[in-house]
Each structure stands twice: as structure tokens, then as C-alpha cells.
């Protein structure tokens, strides 16, 4: 077993960490930090536990630790939930110390040795950890994208032999994103936000380095013009959004791609069966109802029309932030970097 850590343990992604790693095959959780308001404590007493699931009795006597890279150095592989503004030095200075660390922050996101990955997307950019490694850094940052980032690049997935060379894309964010202390309720019960503080410039920036390619030991961007709306709903998981490509396709033929897409991974726990779900209903994906499709690590789509037109779906703590950063931590011990 791989001993690992959650850092940020107490917050929306931590939890889904916690939750997420509490019987993970290859990965024994030992290490749990959060702010100095929690350190010292026992998980149990400290976090306000919010998922449906029982908090896992594994987790509940571990005492928090500080956020510190001493004592991030005693496991192997940490997760990063933590705020962007702690995250960036803070993880640079773990990688340093010998240590793995695959965040969902976006600090180190667009950094040109940080590979930013979506194992069913670009899994060949983990070659930036060559980079690193040729740095002098022992460990390694490997990032995931912003959640609704991961969303649309996996829907363009099966898309790859079609050619475009635009994407508007409008989202519909749930609060979960925004993590526990983010939206007031009496801001969004019976409302829409039509602003998400750096997400449309996440979604527009993010996209270009995961769609582009490897060579030569940096990422060429992809050429591809992408214009995000971004606006958060009253729901409490699952973002959906609605893309726009200009493909001239006959939709049938897209629907076919959704169907045969067969990702270029395989064999990690906690890959879904579909990693990309095509419904043929009118009236789905719906977040209710799809968002735990595949234990959470599926992305429905659904509405294809000409133009081209359709509708994508996940569930944003899992498939968009802690599910898609442990996807990625499979991905690195698969291909012996760990
Ligand atoms: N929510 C999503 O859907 C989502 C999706 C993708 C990426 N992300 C990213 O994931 C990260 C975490 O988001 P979240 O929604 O889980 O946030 P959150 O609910 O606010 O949780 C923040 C966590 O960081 C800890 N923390 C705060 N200040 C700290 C400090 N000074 N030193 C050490 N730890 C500190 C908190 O500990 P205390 O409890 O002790 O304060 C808590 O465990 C962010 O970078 C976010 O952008 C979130």
C-alpha cells in the first residue's frame, strides 16, 4: 500500500477525499491536515461532515496536522483540497521534499512542468514529470482542472476526429462548487448568479493546455477558440453546461463517436465502466438523477443537435475535483512514476 494524505481534509473536495480514499485498494490514508484552527485534533470531533455517506470510522480518530511539509514528507502521496492562496508554494516546496502531490488547486494548474490532466483525455502529459524530475525534484505536482473544465474536456473526448475550431460553452454550477462557506443561502435560494469569480477565464485558458500536445517536453496548446458563460443554480451537485461547437457533422455520426469512445486507460479502480454516458432521452442529463452514474465518475451527455449542440453533466466534487485527482494518482503508480 501507498500511504497518503488529504490536505484540506475538512472542506467540500476534503471530504469527498476522505470519503473517496477510505478503501481504496492501493492507497492507506494516514496523513489528514487542515487550518491551525484544526490542527491537533481528531478528525471526528473537528469536521462538519456533510456527505450522505457515514463518516469512514478509519478516518474519524486520526489526528489533524498542520499544513506544513514536515509533516506532509512522512507519506508518499498527498491530495491537495486546499485554497489556491496556501496551495502554490506549498506544494512546490512538498514535491521538493520527495513527495507526490496531485492537486485540485489551481495554483500550479498552468505552470509549463505541471502536468494538467484528465486521464481520459491527455493521460500522455504525465511525461511532464520527466521535466520536473530533469529539475531535481524528487517527488512531483500533477494537477486536475477546474471542475467544469473537466466536464466539457471529457465530452470533447469522443470529438477528437470531428474538426472545429470553436467552443461556447454556457455552464449551470452547483453550490457545492463554490465549497461549504461559499454562496449564502439567502443568495442563491430561488436565484441564478450569472458570475463565477475566474472560472470563464479557467474554462477559456485550462482547455487549450489539456486539448494540446506534448512535444519536445512542453505542451503546445491546442488551436481552438473557447468562450465560456459561466453562472451558479440552486443545485447542490452536479454542474451542467450546454456547448456549442461549430461541427457540421450530421448529429447521428456524433452520437455513434459518444457510443464506441474508448478511453486510452484502463484498469484503475476508480475509472467508471462508461467514463462518457450518451442518454437518448429529451430531457437528460438531469444532475438529480445522473450525477452518481458510474459512482460519480461519469459525464452524461445528452441533447445532440445539428449545429453542433448538446448538453454535458457531472458531478463536481467527485468526477470534477477529489474522484478525478485519485483517477489521476492511479494513472501515475500504472505508469511507475510512484
Ligand atoms: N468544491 C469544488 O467543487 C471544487 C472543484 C474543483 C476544485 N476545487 C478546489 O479545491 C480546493 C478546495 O476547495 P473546497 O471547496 O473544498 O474549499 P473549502 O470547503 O473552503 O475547504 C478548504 C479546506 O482548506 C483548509 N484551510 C483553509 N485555510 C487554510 C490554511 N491557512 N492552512 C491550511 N489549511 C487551510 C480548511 O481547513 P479548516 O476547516 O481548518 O478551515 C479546509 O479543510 C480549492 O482550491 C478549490 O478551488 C473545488
Redesign the pocket.
Known amino acids: 500500500m501507498i500511504s497518503v494524505g488529504v490536505l484540506?481534509?475538512?472542506?467540500?473536495?476534503?471530504q469527498r477525499f476522505v470519503e473517496l480514499l477510505a478503501d481504496h485498494p492501493w492507497f492507506d490514508l494516514t496523513l489528514l491536515?487542515?487550518?491551525?484552527?484544526?490542527a491537533g485534533k481528531k478528525y471526528g470531533s473537528v469536521v462538519d461532515w456533510r456527505l450522505e455517506s457515514a463518516l469512514p470510522e478509519k478516518a474519524r480518530d486520526i489526528l489533524i496536522s498542520p499544513?506544513t511539509v514536515d509533516t506532509i514528507r512522512k507519506v508518499d502521496l498527498v491530495f491537495s483540497?486546499?485554497?489556491?492562496e496556501?496551495?502554490g508554494d506549498l506544494e512546490l516546496s512538498c514535491a521538493q521534499a520527495g513527495v507526490g502531490v496531485c492537486s485540485?488547486?489551481?495554483a500550479n494548474r498552468m505552470r509549463p512542468e505541471v502536468p494538467l490532466v484528465v486521464p481520459e483525455v491527455n493521460p500522455d502529459h504525465l511525461g511532464l514529470i520527466d521535466v520536473q524530475r530533469d529539475k531535481g525534484v524528487n517527488g512531483f505536482v500533477v494537477t486536475n482542472p477546474?471542475?467544469s473544465t473537466i466536464m466539457m474536456t471529457m465530452s470533447l473526448a469522443p470529438l477528437r476526429k470531428f474538426s472545429y475550431s470553436s467552443i461556447q460553452v454556457a455552464t449551470m454550477q452547483a453550490i457545492?462548487?463554490?465549497?461549504?462557506?461559499?454562496v449564502a443561502a439567502m443568495a442563491i435560494y430561488d436565484n441564478v448568479i450569472p458570475y463565477i469569480g475566474q472560472e470563464e477565464e479557467k474554462m477559456e485558458l485550462e482547455t487549450l493546455k489539456i486539448m494540446g500536445s506534448l512535444e519536445g517536453g512542453e505542451v503546445k496548446n491546442a488551436l481552438v477558440d473557447v468562450s465560456a458563460s459561466c453562472h451558479r443554480v440552486p443545485v447542490i451537485d452536479g454542474h451542467t453546461m450546454a456547448l456549442w461547437l461549430n461541427i457540421k457533422e450530421d448529429p447521428e455520426r456524433v452520437r455513434e463517436a459518444f457510443r464506441a469512445f474508448n478511453p486510452p486507460i484502463s484498469g484503475l479502480p476508480t475509472q467508471p465502466t462508461s467514463s462518457v454516458y450518451l442518454h437518448d432521452a429529451d430531457n437528460r442529463p438531469q444532475p438529480r438523477l445522473d450525477r452518481m452514474r458510474g459512482r460519480g465518475m461519469t459525464v452524461s451527455v445528452g441533447r445532440i443537435r445539428k449545429g453542433l449542440r448538446y448538453v454535458a453533466m457531472g458531478h463536481?466534487?467527485i468526477r470534477?475535483?477529489a474522484g478525478a485527482s485519485i483517477l489521476n494518482a492511479e494513472l501515475i503508480v500504472s505508469r511507475k512514476y510512484l
Not at 484540506?8 to 476534503?14: E, I, L, Y
Not at 483540497?81 to 489556491?84: D, F, G, K, Q, T
Open positions: 484540506g481534509a475538512t472542506g467540500a473536495v476534503g491536515t487542515a487550518s491551525d484552527r484544526s499544513t483540497a486546499l485554497p489556491s496556501i496551495a485540485n488547486a489551481s477546474n471542475c457545492s462548487g463554490a465549497g461549504f462557506n461559499g463536481n466534487t470534477g475535483a
